[in-house]
């Protein structure tokens, strides 16, 4: 089995700070791409970041220049560091992760059950 866990989500004013974590842990041979995705009350799920196991990363418009992501791949672990927040940011945060089970297996995406990061005054 597989397991995505994120950690890190809180309640902060506009302009405040915070870093989200995710660490996949189980039956795992290799992990190509890690990403964050988030979802807010009513509107679909967007992509936040995505960085691959060669250290490429891609950015939504909307979090260029304020969020960065970063992984640690010896721990199967992918970050999120989130500046200059804005109570648009309000969401569930989400981690996934494209990965080999097992040499030979095909590549599949398991995703985390997700972190609450609250913007508010």
């Known amino acids: 089995q597989v397991q995505l866990v994120e950690s890190g989500g809180a309640s902060v004013q506009p302009g405040g700070s915070l870093r989200l974590s995710c660490a996949a842990s189980g039956s795992i041979f290799r992990i190509n791409a890690m990403g964050w995705y988030r979802q807010a009350p009513g509107k679909q799920r967007e992509l936040v970041a995505v960085?691959?196991?060669?250290?490429?990363?891609n950015y939504a418009d909307s979090v260029k220049g304020r969020f960065t992501i970063s992984r640690d791949n010896a721990k199967n672990t992918v970050f999120l560091q989130m500046n200059s927040l804005k109570p648009e940011d309000t969401a569930v945060y989400l981690c996934n992760a494209n990965l080999l089970k097992r040499l030979g297996s095909s590549w599949s995406v398991y995703w985390g059950q997700g972190t609450q990061v609250t913007v508010s005054s």
């Open positions: 960085i691959t196991d060669a250290g490429r990363t």
